[in-house]
């Protein structure tokens, strides 16, 4: 039974914006906080952001700063994450992740 899915993957170019969305159907406590990671070819899992169900607090990993934004819905059960002035290194499978369960992951491409 799939836990997350995560949507809203694509091919941009350099600059465009992208968000996407980690739909969860388990339920999410208060102490939980969600990820978003990447994996590019040929690289590890790297982390991208998170934010904690209970207070909304938000961190970024330092290559996203100032760039992308996370947003939980509460009501929805969802996270999504915001990605705006994309570049080539933002290439990647974008992952939700909450306690031990995974998504499978949507694709961003950024070329030219």
């Known amino acids: 039974q799939v836990q997350l899915v995560e949507s809203g993957g694509g091919s941009v170019q350099p600059g465009d914006s992208l968000t996407l969305t980690c739909a969860a159907s388990l339920t999410i406590y208060s102490s939980d906080r969600v990820f978003w990671y990447r994996q590019a070819p040929g690289k590890e899992r790297e982390f991208v952001a998170s934010?904690?169900?209970?207070?909304?607090?938000?961190v970024y990993g330092d290559s996203v700063k100032g760039r992308f934004t996370i947003y939980r819905d509460a009501a929805r059960n969802t996270v999504e994450l915001e990605m705006h002035s994309l570049k080539f290194e933002d290439t990647g499978v974008y992952f939700c992740?909450?306690?031990?369960?995974w998504g499978q992951g949507t694709q961003v491409v950024v070329s030219s």
């Open positions: 992740n909450v306690r031990s369960e």
């Open positions: 934010v904690k169900w209970r207070d909304n607090v938000k």
